[in-house]
């Protein structure tokens, strides 16, 4: 099916994770122009445009997500309705195999656990960006013996690999679908693109083609754009709520 955007009229509080990434801040701007009240953990600001940075909309909590202690994540999320993490890892060298080695799986962990502890009196809703080379095993998708050679070689030697695995594994195993608090879906863009315009996409329940050796594409204002309607529409949020969708660019 083709998604266009649609957006609320109904103002939400949404914490945003990994906002200064080049997918996050460009979520953050949608979020912001459909009137959205955002919340950002950020280690620095550099990376934000300085009409969002002073956007009234916007509260700005600068430090990195896994060394604030449990009780500032919990007043962080307080009067949350939805948490949205675009974290990930840097593209160098001490990106790909230092430490943090599980910072999308912990900061999940991290701020699943403080939505429990507020106990909010409505589900919270929880929107991970992930990737088109994890699969979603509730489903059992079916993938070729040579995409999984690869696949097992990424997780042994490439750690964001094995850690935006182990995030969705959280969040459907752990999580689950009838938590009560926590209603999730993870997002998997294919090879992510730099657009400057929101262009339609189709999303999928699974893959519709190889991510190792056929991929598609997926810009990144694509991504902010889909990740910002499950927010913001509900009936668009009750249809992928649970799910792993995968999307791609028309």
């Not at 509260?59 to 994540?73: F, H, P």
């Not at 999320?77 to 001490?94: R, T």
């Not at 995030?167 to 608090?181: F, H, M, P």
């Not at 799910?243 to 028309?250: G, K």
Request: hydrophobic share 40%; aromatic share 4%.
């Amino acid at each position: 099916m083709i998604i266009n955007t649609i957006f609320a009229a109904v103002s939400m509080t949404t914490l945003v994770v990994g906002a200064s990434g080049a997918t996050g801040r460009l979520l953050v701007e949608q979020m912001l122009e459909r009137g959205q009240h955002v919340r950002i953990i950020v280690r620095s600001t550099d990376n934000l445009p300085s009409g969002v940075i002073s956007h009234k909309n916007l509260s700005i909590i600068c430090a990195s997500i896994l060394d604030l202690s449990e009780s500032e994540i919990v007043e962080y999320i307080g009067g949350c309705d939805a948490i949205v993490s675009c974290l990930g890892h840097n593209l160098s060298f001490k990106g790909i195999f230092g430490k943090p080695r599980r910072l999308v799986t912990d900061a999940t962990r991290r701020l699943c656990n403080a939505v429990k502890e507020n106990s909010p009196n409505k589900p919270v809703k929880f929107v991970l960006m992930n990737t088109t080379g994890n699969s979603n095993r509730d489903l059992k998708e079916k993938i070729s013996l040579a995409q999984k050679c690869v696949i097992g070689i990424l997780r042994l030697l490439v750690p964001p690999h094995a850690d935006n695995e182990k995030a969705a594994d959280y969040l459907r195993t752990q999580i689950g679908q009838n938590d009560g608090v926590i209603e999730w879906v993870a997002v998997r863009p294919d090879g992510l693109t730099n657009e400057t315009e929101i262009t339609p996409i189709t999303a999928h329940p699974s893959p519709t083609r190889s991510a190792i050796f056929n991929s598609g594409n997926t810009s990144r204002i694509n991504v902010g754009c889909f990740m910002a309607d499950l927010v913001t529409d509900e009936d668009l949020w009750q249809q992928w709520k649970g799910q792993m969708p995968v999307i791609y660019n028309v």
